[in-house]
């Protein structure tokens, strides 16, 4: 009896070994954590900005002894304060390794790397050649040429970038945010969005159009019209509903749809063409001179936005979001600018 | 051949069906191209939205009611409508204390009567109620706690023409020590990360299958409005939906907390009132939906196969049938094993890698045991539903329930 017993254990024991994590984990749970809710606020652009101001006021309230010294914050961050002397900034080989706060206008000269966040109270202006970890500026912020942010840059007042500036993570602005040429960068975020002087929409006058005859195979779904395969809508021509096309979608020149559009492939808007509400594609978004879109323009692969193209408009913010982002000169975004895999002026 | 192997051959071959679509589903998630096109849409002219709230328990609507007030949406922009059940005085008047304190942003909806459960409460608000005229209809059950920024992530796909429903991912709130909770939170993982957004990613329609969900009213009204004769409204609805053409939106970085008792008699009913809904919902779909779509609406009945293949491989491998003997050893395999089954060993472990979760994954082999459960309850009730034909939705309350309200 004893034997087999003892065989039976073994064996159960055998069997059971493979299963020991799993008993393990279910007497003794090391992770019983719920999934965490994603926070969205971490989605707004501004956030990461946000939370550094918020540090600051908190850790050197501007009342606590401006001057020109270098110490260490409660928790033992090293910072430089600068009222008047900003040669004392990236003495050594170019490089400034601590966290400065400018408490007085300043332009700050080129060629530089500032390792850790720099919080202007002033208006700021960088030289070119400048590297940032991070900036703020509670006033106007001038990126000069060729300069580089790497996590995010955020003003209060108008946020004006140089040209063949790269600035990675989150760039937003409370004002407006004016870039230059050959700038890339992945997010942005503010009332306009401009590359050079701000647009607004240009709206076709509906009087001037032709009612666009919907194709006999056009099938209405609910509150929009449903067309299998490719459509063209002629120029200067109202459609005065939403759309869904299957296959690809050119809105001719001058045309106005007064709804939303939708196309399964490529979405076309060619000059002067105006969409009312959302432009939405599973392909390539392509807004030619002076079109428009008044809500969000998505798209799952590219955006390009031709010269004076205009999303959104000033009392109704939008987003353009897509995996590339092109802009022409002129292009203005009301809003969000989201590209996954970067976005630049041409 | 003999009857057993007559018998096993298309038990095998629909396994074999499931097993593949699964593995499908797994591979594009771990590596395909993921699609969430209404991620990054966060700045916004929002549209009006309301809120229906289909309330019974006063203590779970407390709760939800302070998470929806606490939106990020734009004030003015968002109605919430409680509709308020006759048979739950005490829920009717912790609403009407709500509408007090929020005038016109909390407008309770009175019914006179309980008739047709969650689908015909809502039916009949999404109808009659203030706020309907909203051009977005959402829809929040009392055991969820949406986050500061999910109505906007619900109603953001509607910018889409196309789309006519949204959700999000559900995950619970608490997990407790004991067992059930824990593999139905894995469950859960596998549902969304790979059932849901792999769907997405393939063009499939994803499926309603939690009563937390956005709505474009034009949409709702084209497909009839919602339906008080099933137990799965939402399931449904968004089969409805696709069927007039229509998009779904799975948001699956929008997360809703559902909260859960953890208890097997809650999880029996509530895994019996899936498989009803899904019986319900493939009966009157079955001439229209694809093959996907039945697939997966006949998943009870894929249980009942499952269960009469395992009995018949058993008696035959006894009756010394070669055919029965291997395919006994085929279908133990499927219940347990990371090659992929309906338990879906390997899904669940694609998902909890997806989400991170490290230790919590050692104790996928215990579902088997939750595998075991779910393919017998899905089968029972999948027979019942088929031999009932019709049903009333177990959602309505109980007369001793309703009793028990007035009481208190």
């Known amino acids: ?346 | 051949m003999t009857i057993f192997g007559a018998i096993l051959l298309p038990v095998l071959a629909i396994v074999a069906v499931v097993t593949i679509r699964h593995y499908r589903l797994i591979l594009n998630r771990l590596f395909g191209a993921h699609r969430q096109p209404y991620l990054d849409l966060s700045t916004a002219t929002w549209p009006r939205a309301t809120v229906f709230i289909p309330c019974r328990d006063e203590k779970q609507i407390g709760p939800l009611m302070v998470a929806l007030l606490a939106s990020d949406y734009p004030e003015g922009l968002l109605t919430l409508v409680p509709i308020v059940d006759p048979a739950f005085p005490a829920a009717a008047k912790v609403l009407d204390d709500y509408a007090v304190r929020f005038p016109g942003k909390v407008v309770p909806f009175h019914r006179a009567r309980s008739e047709g459960g969650r689908g015909g409460a809502l039916r009949e608000a999404s109808e009659h109620a203030p706020g309907r005229e909203a051009p977005v209809h959402l829809v929040f059950d009392g055991a969820y706690r949406p986050g500061r920024g999910l109505i906007k992530q619900l109603v953001a796909p509607f910018f889409d023409p196309e789309v006519g429903g949204a959700f999000s991912r559900i995950v619970p709130a608490t997990i407790g020590p004991i067992l059930l909770p824990r593999l139905l939170d894995l469950a859960g993982s596998e549902a969304s990360q790979i059932g849901q957004q792999a769907r997405t990613n393939l063009d499939q329609t994803p499926e309603v299958t939690a009563p937390v969900m956005g709505l474009r009213r034009a949409a709702l009204e084209a497909a009839g409005g919602w339906s008080g004769e099933t137990e799965a409204e939402t399931l449904e609805l968004g089969y409805r939906l696709a069927a007039g053409g229509w998009a779904i939106a799975y948001q699956n970085r929008a997360e809703c907390h559902e909260v859960t008792s953890g208890a097997w008699a809650a999880y029996q009913e509530e895994a019996g009132r899936a498989a009803r809904g899904r019986i319900q919902a493939l009966l009157r779909h079955r001439g229209r939906a694809g093959f996907d779509a039945l697939l997966r609406l006949a998943r009870p009945l894929v249980a009942v196969v499952l269960i009469l293949g395992w009995l018949v491989a058993l008696a035959g491998s006894y009756a010394g049938d070669p055919f029965a003997v291997v395919s006994l050893a085929v279908l133990t395999i499927v219940l347990f094993s990371p090659l992929g089954s309906l338990v879906g060993f390997a899904a669940t472990a694609a998902a909890a890698r997806l989400d991170g979760h490290r230790a919590r994954v050692r104790i996928l082999p215990f579902q088997a045991l939750a595998g075991l459960a779910s393919t017998w309850l899905a089968a029972r009730e999948a027979l019942a539903q088929l031999l009932a034909k019709r049903r009333k939705p177990a959602r309505q309350p109980t007369r001793a329930v309703a009793a028990e309200n007035r009481v208190a």
């Open chain 1, 1 to 346: 009896m004893l034997p087999f017993l003892g065989f039976l254990l073994l064996t159960l024991g055998w069997g059971l070994l493979p299963l020991l994590p799993a008993i393990r984990e279910l007497l003794a749970p090391q992770d019983l954590t719920p999934l965490e809710l994603t926070d969205r606020s971490i989605g707004k652009i501004s956030y990461l900005a946000r939370n550094f101001r918020q540090y600051i006021d908190r850790v050197l309230p501007q009342e606590a002894g401006a001057g020109d010294y270098a110490a260490k914050l409660m928790d033992g961050t090293e910072f430089v304060r600068v009222t008047r002397r900003a040669e004392q900034l990236a003495s050594q080989g170019n490089v400034e390794p601590r966290v400065v706060v400018l408490d007085a206008p300043h332009s700050l000269p080129g060629d530089r790397t500032y390792l850790m966040e720099v919080y202007a109270r002033a208006p700021l202006t960088s030289g070119a050649e400048t590297n940032y970890r991070a900036v703020y500026g509670e006033k106007e912020l001038t990126l000069g040429d060729s300069n580089r942010v790497f996590r995010w840059a955020h003003a209060n007042g108008t946020l004006t970038v140089g040209p063949h500036s790269v600035l990675r993570g989150r760039i937003s602005s409370e004002t407006g945010l004016t870039l230059g040429a050959d700038v890339v960068f992945e997010r942005a975020g503010a009332p306009v969005i401009a590359f050079g002087k701000e647009r607004e929409p240009s709206l076709p006058s509906r009087a001037e159009l032709l009612t666009w005859n919907p194709p006999a195979a056009a099938q209405k779904v609910g509150d929009h019209l449903r067309v299998e395969g490719d459509l063209d809508i002629p120029k200067d021509t109202l459609v005065p509903a939403s759309l869904v096309v299957t296959g690809r979608l050119r809105i001719g020149a001058g045309s106005l749809v007064e709804g939303s559009v939708k196309a399964h492939r490529d979405l076309e808007l060619s000059e002067r063409a105006r969409v009312a509400g959302a432009a939405i594609t599973r392909a390539r978004l392509a807004l030619a001179e002076h079109a428009s879109v008044g809500g969000a323009a998505l798209a799952e692969r590219s955006v390009r936005m031709g010269r004076n193209a205009v999303v959104g408009g000033p009392a109704s913010p939008a987003s353009v979001a897509g995996v590339e982002i092109e802009l022409s000169e002129g292009a203005t975004v009301y809003g969000q600018i989201s590209a996954r895999r970067g976005a630049r002026t041409l």
